[in-house]
């Protein structure tokens, strides 16, 4: 029996990645976007969505098998540059948006009999790296969210997040913009490639489905092994 599972900010990148996954397996997916061409060329009903809303609204179904919150910004700049606003826009969108989407949907995923929540963070918690103090902030507390509402919300509903290393989306289109810096990003990871959002669109589709009902307050690392793997 197809799940009904709720993406948010699934019009490019991993988000749209997971939609397709999703519907190759049959599940009925619903979506919530500040934009939803793409959604809406694949048959996918979408609601408007702004992440930095602070009273938005849904209208979601009865029971909810699963939500995906895809929202996220790279926001990549040298400390003594960064402001008070710089550091509240990557929490408005990072952490706040997830907050509010899940407290909409928390009613309807209350009613499934085997839920599933999936965040995203980033290496940057994990790995200090320069210049992203402001971004590595707000992922820092997606992951407290992820761990906390894992045990609130046991043993009814499972939340996990992924901490993707760089992955080819058009948010780090900047950071890949040609063959040099491609090759260079590719060379800092153990296996020697950058992440597609296919790969994540896997583990994003493994977390939602019972092969992982075992699994909850859990921050998987697709990131090619540079966050655990030294090679000398």
């Not at 061409?37 to 209208?59: C, R, V, Y």
């Not at 996220?72 to 948006?97: S, W």
């Not at 296996?191 to 959002?197: D, V």
Request: proline share 6%; hydrophobic share 45%.
């Amino acid at each position: 029996m197809a799940r009904t599972i709720l993406l948010v900010g699934g019009n490019s990148g991993i988000g749209l990645a997971t939609a397709k996954r999703l519907l190759d397996q049959g599940e009925h997916v619903i979506a919530a976007s500040r934009s939803s061409d793409q959604l809406k060329s694949l048959g996918i009903p979408a609601q408007f969505f702004d992440a930095t809303n602070p009273e938005p609204t849904l209208d979601l179904p009865d029971t909810l098998d699963g939500v995906v919150y895809c929202p996220g910004t790279i926001n990549l700049k040298p400390f003594h540059r960064l402001n008070e606003v710089d550091f509240m826009a990557d929490l408005q969108v990072n952490l706040f948006g997830a907050v509010r989407i899940l407290q909409l949907a928390l009613p309807s995923l209350k009613k499934s009999p085997s839920a599933s929540v999936v965040l995203f963070s980033t290496i940057a918690v994990k790995t200090g790296m320069p210049f992203h103090t402001s971004i590595a902030a707000a992922k820092g507390a997606v992951e407290g969210l992820t761990r906390s509402l894992a045990a609130e919300w046991a043993p009814k509903i499972r939340v996990n997040a992924i901490a993707p290393s760089l992955t080819d989306t058009s948010l780090a289109a900047p950071l890949l913009a040609d063959d040099k810096r491609r090759e260079a990003a590719a060379e800092r990871h153990p296996l020697k490639q950058i992440g597609q959002p296919e790969h994540v669109a896997e583990l994003v589709s493994y977390l939602l489905s019972d092969a992982a009902k075992f699994t909850t307050g859990q921050i998987l690392r697709p990131d090619g092994g540079l966050s655990s793997v030294r090679l000398f």
